[in-house]
């Protein structure tokens, strides 16, 4: 039997950590292309830590993650710092270390809370799963799987395919990067679904899921959670954790794995744009 750790503020702390260093990570790996040519920026504001991608105006790669009450005076700090670059962002508030105090300095401030976000976290698996008929995942550790990887990426997250090119330079320094891996799911040995998780200090985050139109509503999100809450136990992980848009598809493939909701996050954006 699995001793499932109950959810408290040690435990959040450390979920939130590993959050903000696979973000970091990641956006770190963008701004690694010679001469940054995406235009990344990663400042530290007390404990918070905000992210800046100039070619890339969405929220993921603009926004604060690990605010707490000791930060508030750096509030207008991170709002210049936006300003300054004319770009709109987001500014995560979860329930570690923060007070009424201030949630009231940044409603004074001019933001106003945009939405929910769920964090989720769940145990390794000692037990392989058993993948359902016709799907098989591997982890792409070459070129040619990359390309296939970037592909399922670009049309899973909405895009037009033509849009590969900037998936496929945005991501292919996560390939072989310490602590990531990323996996392919095939469905009847076609290239179907893509998945990636991140491991750092006994934590393996799932940062990434997208399925190709054609192949979705055939388990393949639900295999590869299996699949990565396996390796991470292979890993010598001690917890899986995960983000989701609040009661979403994959909030719900999360829990039917058996994840568990650690905390719903406050997700806080500029009345005013930029």
């Keep these: 039997m699995h001793t499932w750790p109950v959810t408290h503020e040690a435990l959040a702390k450390r979920i939130q950590r590993a959050e903000i260093g696979f973000t970091a990570s990641r956006i770190r790996s963008i701004g ?62 979860d329930p570690v270390d923060t007070d009424p105090k201030l949630f009231r300095h940044v409603a004074e401030n001019g933001l106003f809370q945009q939405g929910f976000h769920s964090v989720l976290y769940g145990m390794p698996d000692p037990q392989k799963p058993e993948l359902p008929s016709g799907v098989t995942i591997r982890q792409v550790d070459n070129e040619a799987d990359f390309d296939a990887y970037a592909g399922i990426h670009c049309v899973g997250s909405g895009m037009d395919i033509a849009h590969k090119h900037h998936f496929a330079e945005n991501n292919i320094g996560l390939l072989n990067r310490p602590g990531w891996t990323l996996y392919l ?11 990636v998780m991140h491991v750092s200090d006994g934590i393996a985050s799932f940062t990434l899921a997208a399925t190709h139109p054609e192949f979705r509503n055939k388990g393949l999100q639900s295999a590869l959670l299996k699949w990565r809450m396996h390796e991470a136990y292979q890993a010598g992980c001690e917890l899986v954790a995960a983000q989701a848009a609040f009661g979403s598809t994959s909030q719900n493939n999360m829990e039917r794995a058996g994840m568990r909701l650690a905390w719903t996050r406050a997700v806080w954006a500029p009345l005013s744009g930029s």
């Design 185 to 195: 799911a095939y469905w009847q040995d076609q290239p179907a679904a893509v998945g």
């Design 32 to 93: 690694e292309q010679p001469g940054n040519p995406q235009g990344v920026e990663i400042q530290t504001f007390g404990s918070a830590v905000a992210f800046y991608v100039k070619t890339m105006p969405w929220g993921l790669f603009n926004s604060v993650k690990g605010l707490s009450g000791d930060d508030a005076g750096r509030v207008e700090d991170i709002i210049r710092f936006y300003k300054e670059r004319n770009r709109a962002f987001l500014l995560d508030i």
